[in-house]
């Protein structure tokens, strides 16, 4: 799954937890894709 403008959304979190491992998050903010991999190491996703 390709998540273009990812932003703050929890789509990537849904997605794995239904199942989906195979997922890649995009956005043009630095500053939303820092925040996002924060958010996901800290639920313990990699």
């Known amino acids: ?3 273009l ?3 703050s959304s ?3 979190e849904n ?3 239904d ?3 195979n997922i ?4 043009l903010s ?3 894709v820092e925040k996002m991999r924060k958010r996901l190491r800290e639920m313990g996703y990699n």
């Open 5 to 7: 403008g990812c932003g």
């Open 1 to 3: 799954v390709l998540e």
């Open 24 to 27: 890649t998050c995009i956005d």
């Open 19 to 21: 199942g989906i491992t």
């Open 30 to 32: 630095a500053v939303a």
């Open 15 to 17: 997605l794995y937890k």
């Open 10 to 12: 929890q789509l990537c």
